[in-house]
């Protein structure tokens, strides 16, 4: 069983930057791809990005350029560096991890079958 924990988010200016982190405990997650998703309210949760064991790492075309996924494997810990951030970057940030390959592209919230509680992001114009 997996656990993870998000913490990092806040309220912040437009332009500026956040860093969410995901604490991992009960298995470890350099072995499986973690991933962030996020969901505005009203809206679906929608993927933001991606990093696989190795290191290789996927983006949403929406953060794409601004924000950086990173883990450190020592401390099992996945971070979301958020820069230029905007109004629209606002939402409640989710932790995934996928711990056994499943049939849907990694750009769905299906694929993660692990997930954290989420952290709020709040943009100001």
């Known amino acids: 069983q997996v656990q993870l924990v998000e913490s990092g988010g806040g309220l912040v200016q437009a332009g500026g930057s956040l860093r969410l982190s995901c604490a991992a405990s009960?298995?470890?997650?350099?072995?499986?791809?973690m991933g962030w998703f996020r969901q505005a309210p009203g809206k679906e949760r929608e993927f933001v990005s991606t990093?696989?064991?190795?290191?290789?790492?996927a983006y949403a075309a929406s953060v794409k350029g601004r924000f950086t996924i990173s883990r450190d494997n020592a401390k099992n810990t996945v971070y979301l560096q958020m820069n230029s951030l905007k109004p629209e970057d606002t939402a409640t940030y989710y932790c995934?991890?996928?711990?056994?390959?499943?049939?849907?592209?990694?750009?769905?919230?299906?694929?993660?079958?692990?997930w954290g509680q989420g952290t709020q992001v709040t943009v100001s114009s």
């Open positions: 995934a991890a996928a711990t056994a390959t499943g049939p849907y592209g990694w750009e769905s919230k299906l694929q993660y079958n692990y």
């Open positions: 009960g298995g470890t997650s350099s072995r499986y791809p």
């Open positions: 990093i696989w064991s190795g290191g290789t790492t």
